[in-house]
C-alpha cells in the first residue's frame, strides 16, 4: 500500500488539548517529486480540533511567500516549493516540500516513512515513456529487486534504510536514464518510552502510580501500542495490555529496585523500551511500642487464657514482636509480620505466671521496648469463689490447728434434699490439717494433699412452729478425707 505523504508530527499517545495540535499536510499523489504540468492536491488535516471552515495556504519559492485562502481544506498545485496550511485558530502546520522537475527520469518517495511501514520507491519517465529495466541503488550499492513492477518494494524499514537512494532506467535503445538523487529518512512510529512515578521514594505501605509515556504522530494517532512494567528485568509487573498506567496499591522496602517500562505495536513488529528509574522505598521505624492484655488491665484468672497483645504507635514493613517476662529473663514468643500489632496467648494461665511482663518491636532499626506491665493472677476455689490461703498459724499456735476458709453462702442449686424445700444455703469449708514443720509454708489449695472438707446446711423455721424451734433435721457432718491432685 503506497504511503500519502504528511508532515511528521508528534502527539502524545492519550491525546493533547486542542492549542497543542498542528494541521497536517497530505498529498495525493504520495510522492514529493512530479513532473513539471502535472498537479498535485493538498490536503489540510486535523479540522477535528477547530470549527472552521476556510483553510490559509502558504507557498514560499525562492524566498517569496504567497498567500491563498480556499473554502475547503484543499489545494491543487503545480509548483514547487515550500507550502504550509493554517485553520482558523490554529498553528501553522509544518512544511512539505515539493519538486516539479523537468528532467527525464524522477526518482519517486514519500515525504515520510514510519519504521515498520513499507519504504516504495518508484523510478518515473515523463509522459509515460516505456522503460525496459530498472536499477536502484542505495549509498552507491545496487539493490535486488524482486517486484514484478519497476517499483521497489523495502518491507519494514528502520533507521538501518536511512541513506541516499537513486535509481537508473534503461530504454528501448539501450539509453540509460539517471534520476535526482533522494535523501530517505526513516521516522520514529514513536520514540523510546519514559517510565514516571508519582513518587520516587515512597513510605512503605503508600501506593504508586507508574506512568509509560510515549508519542505517536497524528497520522498515526490510530495506532494501538500494547505496554508491559518491569523491576530489575525479572519481576514482570503487568502483562501487555493498552493501559499506559500501572498502580501499585502498596510498595515495601523489598520492592526497592530499578523499574522500566516497554512499548510495542500490536503486532509485535516495533518494539521499545524505557530508561531504568530507580524507586527507593523508605521505612519508617518502629516507635511507641506498647504490651496490653487481653482481658484488659493485667488481671487474669487461673486456669483461663490471658492475650499480650504488643503494638507500635508507628513503624512500616516487617516487624519482629517478642515477648518477655522481667522477673525470669524468660522469653515468651517471637512474631514476624507485616502488622503493626501482633498477639501471643498464654493458656491455662496460673498464679505462678504473675510478674512483670514486657514486649519488644524491631523492624531491623534495632528492637525498642515497651513500658514493664505488672499481671496480677486471681486463684479459683471449688464454688467458684477467691481462694485465699489460711493465715500463718503463730509460735505458739499448734501445727496441728485447723483453720477454716472464709467462704461466703453460696445458693444451692442443687436438690440435694428434694422433700425438704425449706433449705435455703449450704456451706463447703475446706480445712487443711497441717503438718509439722509446715506452718510457714504458702500453698494454693489445690496444692495442699491433706484437708478437712465441711459441709453445712441452714434450715428455715417452719410456720407452725411458734417457738422458734429449729427443724429436727438440721444438721452438720464433718467428714475429713484425702484430697489427691
Known amino acids: 500500500m503506497l504511503l500519502w505523504a504528511s508532515l511528521l508530527l508528534f502527539a502524545p499517545v492519550c491525546g493533547q488539548s486542542a492549542a497543542a495540535h498542528k494541521p497536517v499536510i497530505s498529498v495525493h499523489p504520495p510522492w514529493t517529486t512530479f513532473f513539471k504540468g502535472e498537479r498535485v492536491t493538498l490536503t489540510c488535516n486535523g479540522f477535528q480540533f477547530y470549527a472552521t471552515e476556510k483553510t490559509t495556504w502558504y507557498h514560499l519559492h525562492y524566498w517569496r511567500e504567497k498567500l491563498t485562502v480556499t473554502p475547503g481544506n484543499t489545494l491543487e498545485v503545480r509548483e514547487s516549493g515550500r507550502y504550509r496550511c493554517q485553520a482558523q485558530g490554529s498553528p501553522r502546520s509544518n512544511p512539505v516540500r515539493l519538486l516539479f522537475s523537468s528532467d527525464s527520469l524522477i526518482l519517486q518517495v514519500p515525504y515520510s516513512v514510519f519504521e515498520g511501514d513499507t519504504l516504495v520507491l518508484r523510478c518515473h519517465r515523463r509522459r509515460k515513456e516505456k522503460l525496459t529495466a530498472v536499477k536502484y541503488t542505495w549509498n552507491g ?6 517486484n514484478k513492477s519497476w517499483d521497489l518494494l523495502i518491507p519494514h524499514a528502520s533507521s538501518n534504510n536511512n541513506g541516499n537512494y537513486q535509481c537508473f532506467g534503461y530504454g528501448d535503445n539501450n539509453d540509460v536514464f539517471r534520476s535526482n538523487f533522494k535523501i530517505i529518512k526513516i521516522q520514529e512510529l514513536f520514540p523510546h518510552p519514559e517510565l514516571k512515578a508519582t513518587d520516587s521514594q515512597p513510605t512503605e505501605g503508600n501506593s504508586v502510580n507508574l506512568s509509560c509515556e510515549t508519542q505517536l504522530p497524528p497520522e498515526r494517532s490510530d495506532t494501538p ?3 508491559i512494567f518491569f523491576r530489575d528485568d525479572r519481576v514482570i509487573l ?11 496499591p502498596a510498595i515495601w522496602r523489598e520492592n526497592s529496585g530499578s523499574y522500566w517500562c516497554g512499548a510495542e505495536t500490536v503486532m509485535g513488529n516495533i518494539h521499545k523500551r524505557s530508561l531504568s528509574l530507580q524507586i527507593h522505598v523508605q521505612r519508617i ?3 511507641g511500642v506498647l504490651l496490653e492484655t487481653q482481658p484488659t488491665g493485667g488481671q487474669a484468672v487461673e486456669g483461663e487464657t490471658l492475650v499480650l497483645v504488643c503494638s507500635v504507635a508507628e513503624g512500616t514493613g516487617y516487624t519482629t514482636f517478642s515477648w518477655h517476662r522481667e522477673d525470669t529473663h524468660e522469653s515468651l514468643g517471637r512474631k514476624t509480620q507485616r502488622s503493626p500489632k501482633a498477639e501471643l496467648e498464654l493458656p491455662a494461665i496460673r498464679e505462678s505466671h504473675a510478674g512483670g511482663y514486657y514486649c519488644t518491636a524491631d523492624n531491623s532499626y534495632g528492637p525498642v521496648q515497651s513500658a514493664l506491665l505488672n499481671i496480677t493472677v486471681r486463684g479459683v476455689g471449688f464454688l467458684g469463689d477467691e481462694t485465699r490461703l489460711p493465715p500463718t498459724p503463730g509460735p505458739g499456735d499448734s501445727s496441728h490447728s485447723i483453720y477454716p476458709a472464709q467462704v461466703e453462702l453460696q445458693s ?3 436438690d440435694v434434699h428434694p422433700k425438704e424445700g425449706d433449705l435455703m444455703y449450704s456451706e463447703i469449708q475446706t480445712i487443711r490439717l497441717a503438718e509439722e514443720g509446715e506452718a510457714n509454708t504458702s500453698r494454693t489449695l489445690l496444692e495442699d494433699k491433706d484437708v478437712s472438707v465441711v459441709y453445712s446446711e441452714v434450715k428455715t423455721q417452719h410456720p407452725d412452729n411458734s417457738a422458734g424451734e429449729i427443724s429436727s433435721k438440721d444438721e452438720e457432718s464433718h467428714e475429713n478425707e484425702k484430697l489427691r491432685e
Do not use: A
Request: no cysteine.
Open 141 to 146: 550499492k545496487i539493490l535486488p529487486n524482486f
Open 225 to 227: 501500542l500494547h505496554f
Open 238 to 248: 503487568s502483562d501487555w495490555s493498552q493501559s499506559q498506567e500501572l498502580q501499585l
Open 285 to 287: 521505624p518502629v516507635s
Open 412 to 414: 444451692l442449686y442443687v
